[in-house]
C-alpha cells in the first residue's frame, strides 16, 4: 500500500498527463455508417453543411450543459442564467475546435463520442478560470505533505520527514524563481494549468516544458542524495 508522503513526493516529482482530445492516427475504412455522413455534411458547401453545424453545435450545448451542471458546485454564487452563458460559451469555441480539428479524427470512436469530448474539456476550462477569477494566485507553499499517517513506525515517520526535509531543500534551492513558482502553484496549491497560463501569459505547453525541467531537477538532486522519490525514502 502506497505512503500519503510518498505520493506527495511522486505528485510533486513526476511528469504530468496533458489531456488528450483527439484520437490516435487509425484508419477511417471501418467508420460508422452515423459518422461517416457526419463528415460528409460538415464537408459539404451547402445547405447539408449549415444544418449539420447546427446540429453539431446543439450536441455540444448539451454535452456543455450537462458539465457545468455537474460542477456546478464549483461556482454556488452564480445564477442559473450565469450556468448556461457559461455552456453557451463552451459550445461555441468547442464547435470552432471541432471544425478545426476535423482532420484529425480518425475513427476510432464515433464522431459524436469524440466532439462531445471537446465541450466536457471547453466547459470545464470555463468553470475553474471563472472559479479562479477573483482570486489571487498562490505561488508560495500554501501547505506542505503531511508526513505519513500514524499506523507507521518510528523509523518510517522518521525517513519520510527526512525525505519531505530534502524535498522542500530542493525546491527552495535547487529551482529556479520561474520553476518554482509553476510547481508550487500546481502541484502544492491546486491552481489549474490553464488559469496560471492565462495569468502569467503564457501557454499551457510552455508551463508543461516548466514541470518537466523542475521535476527532473527534483529527481537528480534527490536520487544524488540517496532518496527513492516513487518509495518515499531514503535507498539505502
Do not use: C
Not at 498527463?17 to 463528415?39: C, K
Not at 446543439?58 to 457559461?86: I, K, T
Not at 468547442?94 to 480518425?106: E, I, M, P, S, W
Not at 489549474?192 to 508543461?208: F, H, K, Q, S
Request: aromatic share 6%.
Amino acid at each position: 500500500m502506497r505512503r500519503p508522503l510518498a505520493d506527495s513526493v511522486e505528485l510533486v516529482a513526476t511528469e504530468p498527463v496533458p489531456p488528450l482530445l483527439t484520437a490516435a492516427p487509425s484508419s477511417l475504412d471501418t467508420l460508422d455508417a452515423e459518422s461517416r455522413r457526419w463528415l460528409d455534411d460538415l464537408a459539404d458547401s451547402g445547405h447539408a453543411r449549415d444544418a449539420a453545424v447546427a446540429r453539431l453545435h446543439a450536441l455540444l450545448l448539451r454535452a456543455a450543459r450537462f458539465e457545468v451542471a455537474r460542477r456546478r458546485r464549483m461556482l454556488p454564487h452564480l445564477r442559473g442564467g450565469d450556468h448556461d452563458d457559461l455552456a453557451q460559451q463552451a459550445a461555441d469555441d468547442a464547435l470552432f475546435a471541432v471544425l478545426g480539428k476535423l482532420q484529425t479524427f480518425r475513427g476510432e470512436s464515433r464522431f459524436t463520442t469524440w466532439a462531445y469530448k471537446f465541450a466536457l474539456y471547453e466547459a470545464a476550462l470555463k468553470l475553474r478560470r471563472r472559479a479562479w477569477q477573483e482570486r489571487e494566485l498562490p505561488l508560495e507553499p500554501e501547505r506542505w505533505p503531511d508526513v505519513a499517517s500514524r499506523a507507521l513506525s518510528p523509523g518510517e515517520h522518521a525517513a519520510e520527514s527526512e525525505l519531505l526535509g530534502a524535498l522542500r531543500d530542493a525546491i527552495n534551492g535547487g529551482l529556479s524563481a520561474h520553476q518554482r513558482e509553476v510547481l508550487v502553484a500546481i502541484t502544492l496549491n491546486g491552481v489549474p494549468i490553464d488559469v496560471l497560463a492565462e495569468r502569467l501569459n503564457t501557454t499551457r505547453g510552455a508551463l508543461y516544458k516548466t514541470l518537466h525541467d523542475a521535476r527532473r531537477k527534483l529527481r537528480t538532486r534527490l536520487t544524488a542524495e540517496g532518496f527513492d522519490v516513487m518509495q518515499g525514502g531514503r535507498d539505502r
